[in-house]
């Protein structure tokens, strides 16, 4: 059974900075892009920031310059670093992955084909 665990929400001031963590487990690390998204209620789901399991990243240009993605393949685990936090930035935001082996055609910049997902975190940013 895949799990992937969000953590590292909460409420930030303005300009101020998040790290949120994903562990996962009951998959084959590895073998998954790793993908933050996040999540206004009535709005779509936005890709945040992606990384493939040999480093490569992905950030959109909406977050870029502001976000930073890690892994670390030997703790099955994914973060994100988001700075200079705006109040817009309030959102849930999901941890997924992304098997590479079943979707070898699919660019680092896709938000599609992820097939896992966690229950997300609450970032609220306010003062």
């Known amino acids: 059974q895949v799990q992937l665990n969000e953590s590292g929400g909460g409420m930030v001031e303005p300009g101020g900075s998040v790290r949120l963590a994903c562990a996962a487990s009951?998959?084959?690390?590895?073998?998954?892009?790793m993908g933050w998204f996040r999540q206004v209620p009535g709005r779509a789901r936005e890709l945040m920031a992606a990384i493939h399991p040999n480093g490569a990243t992905f950030y959109p240009n909406s977050v870029k310059g502001r976000v930073a993605i890690s892994r670390d393949n030997a703790k099955n685990t994914v973060w994100l670093v988001f700075n200079w936090l705006r109040p817009e930035d309030t959102a849930v935001y999901y941890c997924a992955a992304r098997n590479i082996v079943n979707n070898p055609n699919t660019v680092l910049s896709s938000s599609l084909r992820y097939a896992f997902w966690g229950q997300g975190t609450q970032v609220t940013v306010s003062s």
């Open positions: 009951g998959l084959v690390f590895n073998q998954y892009t």
